[in-house]
């Protein structure tokens, strides 16, 4: 069974659109996360919900939306998507207060703006 | 602030073993972890290891952590064809559930 898992995996759009990545965990988790990780490879946190509250975000702009349902669901909706927004999206959940927990990753979702 | 580093390149033959280095600056680390990313796929994590521990060894996996240094190594023994990866090193600090990632090794294996 999948852990993390992303929806869509490949999101192809033109600039100006508005879309949504989501992500759902099944490991009981209470926080996730969105990395991006760039051509470079080089990743980078955008946020954190723990328990549906906005807990981490990173200077990220306000084109971008999380929104937490529930515990279990962290999705991202980007407005008027821009060429710099395309990139590897990451979703990622772990357990708050248990120092040693680690991230899980879902598979990624690469964007590409044209 | 916090900084992560680690050489964008490492290759090595078949069978020898491989040695991915990474510097970090925070001093808060709690834990550190290494994570494998193989070609359009997401972060597997490999292992991890305590801020108040110096080395941890999984199967072929040899952790070092040099706290005063603030150097963090991953000794893969025995490397395989099937081990050619991108390796990232993550840091923890304290008081925060977000890890920082390092830039990320790209190892080749090669027979």
């Known amino acids: 069974d999948t852990a993390v898992s992303q929806t869509p995996k490949y999101l192809v759009t033109q600039m100006g659109n508005d879309k949504s990545i989501k992500c759902e965990q099944n490991?009981?988790?209470?926080?996730m996360y969105w990395y991006k990780q760039d051509s470079k490879k080089f990743l980078k946190i955008m946020f954190s919900?723990?328990?549906?509250?906005?807990?981490i975000n990173e200077t990220v702009p306000n084109r971008f939306s999380p929104k937490s349902p529930d515990k279990a669901h962290l999705n991202l909706h980007i407005n008027s998507l821009e060429l710099g927004d395309s990139a590897v999206y990451f979703c990622?959940?772990?357990?708050?207060?248990?120092?040693?927990?680690?991230?899980?990753f879902g598979n990624g979702t690469r964007l590409t703006v044209t | 602030g916090e900084d992560v580093e680690q050489s964008l390149f490492l290759s090595v033959r078949e069978g020898d073993s491989s040695v991915i280095n990474c510097t970090y600056t925070?001093?808060?680390?709690?834990?550190l972890y290494w994570y494998k990313q193989e070609p359009g796929a997401g972060l597997q994590l490999l292992t991890y290891?305590?801020?108040?521990?110096d080395m941890k060894q999984d199967q072929r996996l040899t952790v070092l952590l040099n706290k005063k240094d603030k150097h963090l190594s991953l000794r893969i023994a025995d490397t395989q064809t099937g081990d050619s990866a991108i390796y990232f090193c993550?840091?923890?600090?304290?008081?925060?559930?977000?890890?920082?990632f390092g830039t990320g090794t790209r190892l080749q294996v090669f027979p």
């Open positions: 990622a959940s772990s357990q708050a207060g248990t120092a040693r927990s680690p991230l899980h």
């Open positions: 490991l009981g988790h209470d926080t």
């Open positions: 919900y723990n328990n549906k509250e906005l807990i």
């Open positions: 925070d001093s808060s680390s709690t834990y």
């Open positions: 290891i305590f801020s108040n521990m």
């Open positions: 993550a840091e923890r600090g304290s008081n925060t559930d977000k890890l920082i």
